[in-house]
Nanobody
Framework: QWPLVESGGGLVQPGGSLKLSCVASGFPLILYAMSWSRQAPGRGRELVAEVTSAGLSTIYTDSMKGRLTISRDNAKNTLFLQMRSLSPEDSAVYYC?????????????????WGQGTQVTVSS
């Protein structure tokens, strides 16, 4: 079982909205900074939104700023991405990521998880 499972993708018309969810299992989401990335065919993976572990700070990519809201419910181990005013250029597989930097006497390393992704297709 994947530690992160995304859902909520699908086919939506231009101008429409979608809300993606990402459920974590096997680890406490509250310890991790979370993000959403996307990857369209033939393109690299693009980070679109981030939220800190407590949910107090968010960052959005310029190309989608004003059309996204990232949020989290740590009690339910769930991350969300509300997307609005979607265009065909937003079509991609959207991935959820969890990241925690662990510091030990040997230095720092990342404890990181990815989901399998959920397809978002914007088309009329």
């Amino acid at each position: 079982q994947w530690p992160l499972v995304e859902s909520g993708g699908g086919l939506v018309q231009p101008g429409g909205s979608l809300k993606l969810s990402c459920v974590a299992s096997g680890f406490p989401l509250i310890l991790y900074a979370m993000s959403w990335s996307r990857q369209a065919p033939g393109r690299g993976r693009e980070l679109v939104a981030e939220v800190t572990s407590a949910g107090l700070s968010t960052i959005y990519t310029d190309s989608m700023k004003g059309r996204l809201t990232i949020s989290r419910d740590n009690a339910k181990n769930t991350l969300f991405l509300q997307m609005r005013s979607l265009s065909p250029e937003d079509s991609a597989v959207y991935y959820c990521n969890a990241l925690r930097v662990i510091t030990t006497t040997q230095g720092e390393h990342n404890d990181e998880y990815w989901g399998q992704g959920t397809q978002v297709t914007v088309s009329s």
